[in-house]
C-alpha cells in the first residue's frame, strides 16, 4: 500500500514536471510566432496546447 501511495506521488511530480516544460516550450513557440506567423508553427503550438490540457487532466483525475 504504502509502495503504491509512492508512486502515486512520484506519478504526479513526473506529470507536474511535464507540464512546466511544455509550458515553458509554449512560451517560447509563441514567442516566436509573434515576431514571423507560420502555419506550422501554429499547429505545434495548437498541439502543445492540447498535450498540456490532457496530462493536466490525468493529473487531476487520477
Same mark, same amino acid.
Given at each position: 500500500m504504502v509502495?503504491?501511495?509512492?508512486?502515486k506521488f512520484e506519478k504526479e511530480i513526473l506529470l507536474q514536471e511535464k507540464i512546466e516544460? &511544455? %509550458?515553458n516550450e509554449l512560451k517560447e513557440f509563441s514567442d516566436l510566432q509573434k515576431?514571423?506567423?507560420s502555419d506550422r508553427?501554429?499547429?505545434?503550438?495548437?498541439? &502543445? %496546447?492540447?498535450r498540456i490540457?490532457?496530462?493536466?487532466?490525468?493529473?487531476?483525475?487520477?
Open positions: 509502495e503504491k501511495e509512492i508512486t516544460q &511544455l %509550458e515576431k514571423v506567423y508553427l501554429q499547429k505545434s503550438i495548437v498541439g &502543445l %496546447e492540447n490540457q490532457r496530462i493536466k487532466k490525468m493529473l487531476y483525475t487520477t
